[in-house]
C-alpha cells in the first residue's frame, strides 16, 4: 500500500510564502515523476509544476520564477516552495506521484488528499 501525504499548506498575505511537501510512503520499489497539480474553485484542475528522476523540472507559466519544485529520492519527498504569492494562487493543491510498488510490481499515479492554501489580505 502506498500513500501520499501532504503539508504545509494555510492562509497567506499576497507576497508570502508557503512551503508545500509530500512524502511517499509504503511499498515503494521507485518513484518516477512527482508533481504538484492544484484545483481553484470554478476551475479545472491544472499542473503547477513536476520533477523527474535526474532533477529535470517544468512549471506552469502562471508560476515560474515563483514556484520551486524540489525533490529528496531518500526521503521519497517532494516539495513546493511558493514565493510572491498571489489571490490568484488560492486553490487545493494536490502531490501526485508515478510510483512502482514492490508488493506488486504494478506502476501507477498516485495522489494526495489535498492541502488548501489561502492567499488574501
Known amino acids: 500500500q502506498v500513500q501520499l501525504v501532504e503539508s504545509g499548506g494555510g492562509l497567506v498575505q499576497p507576497g508570502g510564502s508557503l512551503r508545500l511537501s509530500c512524502a511517499a510512503s509504503?511499498?515503494?520499489?521507485?518513484?518516477?515523476?512527482m508533481g504538484w497539480y492544484r484545483r481553484a474553485p470554478g476551475k479545472e484542475r491544472e499542473l503547477v509544476a513536476s520533477?523527474?528522476?535526474?532533477?529535470?523540472?517544468n512549471y506552469a507559466d502562471s508560476v515560474k520564477g515563483r514556484f520551486t519544485i524540489s525533490r529528496d529520492n531518500a526521503k521519497n519527498t517532494v516539495y513546493l516552495q511558493m514565493n510572491s504569492l498571489k489571490p490568484e494562487d488560492t486553490a487545493v493543491y494536490y502531490c501526485?506521484?508515478?510510483?512502482?510498488?514492490?508488493?506488486?510490481?504494478?506502476?501507477?499515479?498516485?495522489w494526495g488528499q489535498g492541502t488548501q492554501v489561502t492567499v488574501s489580505s
Open positions: 509504503g511499498s515503494i520499489f521507485s518513484i518516477n515523476y
Open positions: 501526485n506521484a508515478n510510483i512502482r510498488s514492490a508488493d506488486t510490481w504494478t506502476l501507477r499515479d498516485y
Open positions: 520533477i523527474i528522476n535526474g532533477g529535470s523540472t
